[in-house]
């Protein structure tokens, strides 16, 4: 991606939510950081020859389109009624990077249905590997799929939980299906070559509104409620 191209992605996607985030949890070196997580993002991501779809989505290996109308791209619930997603982290990371990854992996913990746990021996599970970039597939796809953390610039709560929930089969919110009603995009300052970015796309919305802060919060309230929403509606249809 051309630094002309993203900064314009980037203003985009910021719409008029560009706010500072107080990052809960930098690292543990470092003080606390003001970062605007969208930023950050596409900024890594500049360097990345990855075809990356809405700026930090891995195209699928096995889908044609960043879509799902099976629950195969779901992760399973357990019989206790938990979705346990199995995760490793690359030896590349330092002890207080691999813990920011685990602290905010926990955040899950306290707030919805998802559990995510060490791997033993799962055939699916997330590899959190040190690529260039910060960037993750759309829900499960089956196997060793990573989440690519750049050491250097990725391994922030915030950004972390942007790339699981995308794991766990989230998209962003400005090319879901009824985008229209809640923002306008301006697509007299969009790039021809990035216009597929900015596609909407077959969402399920869950009945949940637009959420304006997703662009700023990494785990917000209707990011909570759409995650036990959509893991609940699997445990009812496929158990
Ligand atoms: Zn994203």
């Known amino acids: 991606m051309t630094p002309s191209a993203s900064l314009l992605l980037l203003l985009l996607l910021g ?5 500072p985030l107080q990052e809960e949890g930098g690292k543990e070196d470092e ?9 950050r993002i596409l900024t890594s991501n500049e360097g990345s020859d990855e075809i990356l779809l809405e700026g930090d989505l ?9 879509i799902c109308y099976t629950q195969n791209c779901f992760w399973k619930k357990n019989s206790s009624g938990l979705v346990t997603v199995p995760f490793t982290v690359s030896r590349e990371f330092t002890r207080s990077e691999k813990q920011v990854i685990v602290n905010a992996l ?7 249905c998802i559990r995510f746990v060490p791997r033993n021996n799962e ?15 759309f829900g499960k796809v089956g196997g060793r799929q990573m989440v690519s953390l750049q050491r250097q610039s990725c391994v922030y709560y915030g950004i972390i939980q942007h790339e699981f929930k995308h794991a766990l089969g989230f998209r962003h919110e400005h090319t879901r299906s009824d985008r229209d009603d809640y923002v306008k995009i301006n697509w007299a300052n969009i790039d021809p070559q990035m216009a597929y970015n900015f596609d909407k796309q077959v969402t399920n919305n869950q009945n949940t509104p ?15 409620t759409r995650i036990n929403k959509l893991y609940s509606y699997y445990k009812l249809s496929s158990l």
């Open 15 to 19: 719409l008029s939510q560009a706010l």
């Open 106 to 112: 926990q955040g899950f913990h306290s707030k919805t």
């Open 210 to 224: 637009y959420d304006y802060t997703s662009i700023i919060q990494s785990l917000s309230y209707w990011d909570i």
């Open 58 to 66: 891995l195209a699928p290996r096995t889908r044609n389109a960043i």
């Open 31 to 39: 003080a606390p950081d003001i970062v605007d997580i969208t930023t």
């Open 123 to 137: 055939i699916d599970y997330i590899s959190v590997e040190n690529k260039v970039g910060c960037y993750s597939y």
